[in-house]
């Protein structure tokens, strides 16, 4: 009996030293990242049977458990790597967020000064000092876009990096659960299968670690092992080997680095798809990237062209200090590597097959439409794309009554009854629709009763988005060319219009959203890509980047108008006649060749015309009402006759030579500030920059009150982890306390085991 | 409920963070006075506050463009003022030297003395603003718009010349009113009717009597304007086979050649006899165009006007009539200096009678010119009021914007202090409560 009660003893010795163990191991580790609380199993040993029953025969310690839910970790895993997506993108936008609204730093001040040096010209056309304050403000200007712009360039470049860089610790974390893996295995092995409690707390951790890089799906396998899957179902770990990421520059934009996985040759890469990857640092750098950075640094440049195109259209309809008609204000530089605006990106995929290279253009022009031989001609008159020089006197196409012309991506379609041959029309594709098609108020009767319809395209249809262009060679509704169009804003598919080109040409051109693209023709005339072959197009991504203004002598400035007119000081009616305006630069009439003379002629109630070539013999009876203002629009220049003329009377419309205080033009070009002439007419400069900075307010905003939320989720998440696997101290003395007194008890029992057997050999001896 | 030991200390921490970026947001709030720091603290006022202090901007530029606008025309009113002032002076000496009694010498000395205000009334018209631009040259600021003197327009009887143009500047003074803030010299100084405005009455320089026409009246303005030939002659005779001799005058419509009181081609009648159809003149009565005999093109019996003719008409001495033309303000100076100048040369009666007629002449066409510089002048004194009005409704949009801006960005300072205030209360507590709580351990027992 004495024999079993030591042995009783010492069981109760063992556990309680391997509880005191156990809790030793807990006190260190109380503030070890990851560590679970670990405690012993311990059980009573198999009783000994005898007559009278059993016998207990001690304790014994089965195994060493740690208190781990295998949910709760999901859970903080799922939150934590929302978490980490968060503030990585709270980090990122948070610097645009301050840069874009400061007030001396934003553009909105810049845009303010250079309109109010607009106004200064138009308060003191003929002084240079006001017009060198104009020069300075725009380049004032100038330099916050591309100031804005190189912020917006570096926080890309920053991004690059540490995509690149959390490419590197994503690489490291699988590599250690590999290697963990490994361990556990080994570990078990020679273990008979009980849980290596630490690795296994090391491994989760890693997991976290890892989830607070990049969402990641753990799969526990039957050999303890863990796999690892990112995005949809790329392995990163697979038993005891890692698969390494890389970081490379896209295939679809080589500005842009993604990240890619080796193919299984090793040969070369394939990009994983951005929208998979999300979660973690690495999901809110991408998604920082996708959702907010190239959208805003997209509408930054889309205001500079929107600027710079209807500043420079007003800049050309004006006439300078030097008596020369304007030159565009703006420029951005022409790349003839690409054959388009250095600003615009498009490239061809990597992976393409075929060599063929497609161009793009934003276009804004207006057109002529003249009707003659049976068919409307219609023109462009102003190009300031150096696509095609300019010129307005060769007629980029025609149709006839009830046909329609598709031009730019401006589709003019007119109705089936025909006008009188001499009638013309002025389309201006950037003007809403009630003032998109003006026609010739000497246009003849039948002119006046043609309709003419015209649909809007140029920089008001610009969206800001990036799009893709996918070759599919097969011709439907929606590719019309062969051309399948993806806003990738919102991965839309676009119809684009088809416009009309020379037979000759070797490239047709379609337009969608404002943007031109010149595609080449099937073969033989072209050569188009191979079937697949992708492109990206980044429209207006550089513009900010790239705007420049296009002089610094201030005589340049065109402020007056090129036309001035002047009633007849011997006419004996009360007629007279405004200042007028320019509504569209038609290059064939302006500047003037001479003196335009309107005479009244009582007897028909007209106006008749003497003038330089191009301009019409009257303006036809009907067009005009003695006794009442007549808007009247000739050549592009529109003017108010009012009064009553009596016969004979006569109007001048004279060249404004040496016009010096005319600020016509300088007060139209003031105007330009609150017209609204961006996203399809709806918003001005000002206001399509504070989209801007609403929609990365906003967003920045989204984030940090999803990122506080998200925060607290993950703290209850890692609480409620931390109560089933902290460590408490408090509990740890307690039980410290209890295995030292299980401990003593069972010295004692041994003590008295012994005292036992030894009274027993003096009882015999 | 069971916790581990380090999340009393994470929650503490945390707790303390989270309290510690409030009180610097607080803080950022109040140093800056300003409730949105960044656009993220609320977006949509963030972007509407860019949108008012365009706004704001613009309207600052209306302000300005509205003092400009008032420099501009105070200085054209001002030119116009001396402008007023010079005719009133020309007015005077005109009427002086109608005075039959004057000398020689001091006909000479007001010739003079209008030579000198013809070369004021020059430098008026061509006064240049503070930029050195030409007031009144139209939108040709830069090119100087009269040019002439008065030997040159007195030997050929020319008009003054205009090298300006008829442009009107204008300003941006309110989103939808471009303000003119000048006025050509054109229609400042040149285009001013003479006569009275529909006919201007002539005076033959062939004549030897001392008949005297005036300016004329129109009776009815719709009837003269709806007349074709409106050049007439009033053309006198004198049988002087009577005694007293009696004089006998005609209408001629001398377009058409034609009488207007016989109906035939006019005719110098053979006296002695009583011409038919001629009418009788008697001194100082009016002449009316009433009663005559339709001839075409007019084919009217009344020609709604009437002057008035005095003095003693010899035989053969006409007077024309005339539609009104523009005249400029220095052509009728040259000519009133040419008249004065001509009765230096000709002491004799009939020339007495030429100059009393280019003076009534010269004193018609003064009082047209004042009353065009009047009109200019009203004009600019009403567009002076409408920038006046302007400029204080624009200070109080200014203040509306203001007052948006403020209540859209502005901290409101008692809540962001008291705000300030709880949470640093909050962070104390947290603070202390974390050493507290951190203290406690079975270990200290042990």
Redesign the interface.
């Given at each position: 009996m004495a024999t079993s009660a030591i042995n009783n003893g010492i069981s109760g010795l063992v556990a309680a030293q391997a509880g005191i163990l156990t809790t030793s191991h807990n006190i260190s580790n109380a503030s070890t990242p990851g560590y679970s609380r670990q405690s012993i199993s311990q059980t009573t040993n198999t009783p000994m049977q005898t007559g009278a029953g059993f016998f207990g025969q001690g304790t014994a310690v089965n195994n060493v458990v740690r208190s781990y839910s295998q949910f709760l970790t999901g859970r903080v895993y799922a939150a934590e790597t929302q978490v980490g997506e968060l503030n990585a993108y709270q980090a990122e936008i948070s610097q645009i967020d301050n840069m874009l609204a400061d007030a001396s730093a934003g553009l909105s001040p810049a845009l303010s000064s250079f309109f109010s040096g607009v106004h200064e010209v138009a308060a003191n056309p003929s002084s240079i000092p006001a017009r060198q304050t104009m020069i300075s403000s725009a380049q004032a200007l100038v330099a916050r876009f591309q100031s804005i712009n190189q912020d917006f360039y570096q926080q890309d470049q920053g991004v690059n990096q540490q995509i690149a860089s959390e490419v590197t610790t994503i690489n490291s974390f699988t590599a250690q659960i590999a290697k963990l893996n490994q361990q556990i295995i080994l570990a078990q092995a020679s273990s008979s299968n009980q849980a290596p409690n630490d690795l296994l707390d090391q491994r989760d951790n890693l997991i976290q670690q890892l989830n607070k890089e990049i969402r990641v799906t753990p799969v526990p396998q039957s050999d303890g092992t863990v796999s690892i899957f990112i995005g949809n179902g790329q392995p990163v770990v697979m038993n005891t080997f890692s698969y390494n990421l890389t970081a490379q520059p896209a295939k679809d934009d080589p500005q842009k680095t993604v990240v890619g996985v080796q193919t299984m040759s090793g040969s070369g890469s394939i990009d994983l798809q951005e929208s998979f990857l999300s979660g973690g640092k690495l999901g809110g750098l991408i998604a920082f990237r996708n959702e907010s950075l190239n959208p805003a640094r997209n509408a930054l440049g889309r205001v500079a062209i929107a600027l710079a195109q209807n500043f420079n259209q007003q800049h050309d309809m004006g006439v300078d200090l030097n008596g020369a008609m304007g030159i565009d204000f703006f420029k951005f530089p022409f790349s003839a590597q690409t054959n388009m605006p250095a600003y615009m990106n498009l490239y061809a995929n990597k992976n393409n097959a075929g060599t063929a290279t497609l161009t793009a253009q934003i276009l804004q022009s207006d057109y002529r439409v003249v009707f003659n031989a049976g068919v409307y001609n219609v023109y462009r008159l102003t190009d300031n794309s150096p696509l095609a020089p300019a010129s307005a006197t060769v007629s980029i196409g025609s149709f006839a009554p009830g046909g329609s012309l598709n031009v730019d991506g401006v589709t003019i379609s007119a109705a089936a009854a025909a006008p009188t041959a001499g009638d013309a029309f002025t389309v201006k594709p950037g003007n809403p629709l009630a003032s998109r098609v003006i026609a010739d108020a000497s246009n003849s009767a039948a002119g006046a009763a043609t309709t003419l319809n015209a649909t809007q395209a140029g920089i008001n249809a610009l969206s800001g988005s990036d799009y893709r262009i996918d070759y599919t060679g097969v011709i439907t509704a929606t590719a019309p060319l062969g051309y399948v169009v993806t806003r990738l804003s919102d991965n839309k598919i676009l119809t684009p219009t088809v416009n009309a080109s020379p037979t000759t040409a070797t490239t047709n051109s379609m337009t969608f959203e404002g943007v031109t693209l010149a595609v080449p023709k099937p073969a033989p005339a072209g050569t188009p890509p191979a079937v697949g072959d992708s492109f990206t197009l980044q429209p207006t991504r550089n513009a900010a980047r790239d705007i420049a203004v296009a002089f610094s002598d201030p005589r340049l400035i065109a402020a007056a108008a090129p036309f001035r007119t002047r009633v007849d000081p011997a006419n004996t009616g009360s007629v007279a006649i405004d200042a007028g305006s320019m509504v569209a630069l038609n290059a064939a009439a302006i500047p003037l060749a001479g003196s335009v003379t309107l005479t009244y002629a009582a007897a028909t109630n007209t106006w008749n015309i003497a003038g330089p070539a191009g301009w019409p013999a009257s303006i036809p009876a009907g067009n005009y009402t003695p006794g009442r203002p007549n808007v009247i629009n000739l050549n592009g220049i529109s003017f108010t006759i009012s009064g009553s003329p009596q016969n004979g009377d006569k109007l001048y419309i004279d060249q404004n030579l040496n016009g010096v205080s005319d600020n016509r033009n300088a007060q139209a070009l003031g105007a330009l500030q609150t017209a609204n002439t961006l996203a399809g007419n709806t918003a001005s400069y000002e206001d399509a920059y504070s989209q801007i900075v609403s929609a990365i307010g906003n967003k920045a905003r989204e984030v940090q009150v999803t990122g506080q939320a998200q925060q607290t989720l993950a703290n209850e998440a890692n609480d409620a982890v931390q109560q089933l696997s902290g460590v408490n101290l408090d509990e740890e003395a307690a039980n410290l306390m209890r295995y030292q007194q299980a401990y003593q008890a069972a010295s004692k029992m041994i003590a008295v085991a012994g005292k036992l057997f030894d009274d027993f050999l003096a009882a015999v001896a | 409920?069971?916790?581990?030991?380090?999340?009393t200390y994470?929650?503490g921490v945390?707790s303390i963070n989270d309290q510690t970026a409030k009180l610097l947001h607080n803080q950022q709030m109040l140093a800056s006075g300003r409730r949105?720091v960044?656009?993220?603290?609320?977006?949509?006022a963030?972007?509407?506050?860019?949108?008012v202090?365009?706004a704001k901007?613009?309207n600052?530029?209306f302000a300005?463009?509205q003092k400009?606008a008032t420099g501009a025309l105070s200085l054209e009113e001002s030119q116009l003022s001396s402008t007023n002032d010079i005719l009133t002076r020309i007015r005077e000496l005109a009427v002086q030297g109608g005075d039959a009694a004057l000398s020689a010498a001091d006909l000479r000395s007001t010739a003079t003395e209008l030579r000198a205000r013809f070369d004021e009334l020059l430098g008026v018209a061509n006064a240049t603003d503070g930029?050195g631009?030409y007031i009144f040259?139209?939108?040709?600021?830069?090119?100087k718009p009269f040019g002439g003197n008065v030997d040159a327009m007195l030997a050929t009887g020319s008009e003054v010349s205009y090298q300006g143009?008829?442009?009107?500047?204008?300003?941006?003074v309110s989103?939808t009113r471009?303000l003119e803030v000048?006025d050509s010299g054109?229609d400042v100084f040149?285009?001013i009717r003479n006569g009275n405005g529909y006919f201007a009455t002539g005076y033959n320089g062939n004549n030897t009597g001392t008949g005297i026409i005036d300016a004329g009246n129109v009776t009815n303005p719709a009837t003269w304007n709806g007349l074709t030939d409106k050049n007439l002659e009033i053309r006198f005779y004198q049988d002087a086979t009577v005694t007293p001799p009696v004089t006998y005058y005609d209408l001629v419509d001398t377009t058409a050649n034609v009488s207007l009181l016989t109906g035939a081609a006019p005719a110098v009648p053979a006296f002695p006899g009583v011409p038919a159809g001629l009418r009788v003149y008697k001194p100082n009565q009016t002449i009316d165009f009433s009663g005559l005999v339709s001839v075409p093109p007019n084919n009217v019996t009344n020609y709604g006007i009437s002057v008035l003719v005095d003095g003693a008409p010899a035989n053969g001495d006409k007077f024309t009539i005339a539609?009104s033309?523009?005249q400029s303000l220095f052509k009728t100076l040259s000519n009133l200096i040419g008249a004065l100048e001509s009765k230096l040369a000709n002491p004799t009666p009939t020339g007495s009678a030429a100059l009393a007629n280019q003076i009534g002449f010269a004193l018609t066409n003064i009082d047209q010119a004042t009353n065009n510089v009047l009109r200019v002048r009203a004009a600019i004194g009403s567009r002076m009021n409408e920038v006046d009005t302007l400029s204080s409704s624009n200070q109080d949009v200014n203040l509306r914007y203001q007052q948006t801006l403020s209540d859209l960005q502005d901290v409101d300072y008692a809540k962001s202090i008291s705000d300030l205030q709880q949470t640093q209360n909050g962070l104390d507590a947290a603070q202390k409560s974390f050493m507290k709580v951190t203290q406690l351990?079975?270990?200290n027992y042990?």
């Open positions: - | 409920m069971r916790i581990s030991t380090s999340m994470d929650l945390r949105i960044t656009p993220s603290d609320d977006p949509v963030a972007a509407r506050a860019l949108v202090t365009q901007d613009i600052a530029q300005t463009n400009n930029n631009n040259s139209g939108y040709m600021g830069s090119t143009d008829d442009g009107q500047r204008r300003l941006q989103p471009y000048s054109n040149k285009l539609p033309q523009n351990s079975l270990f042990l």
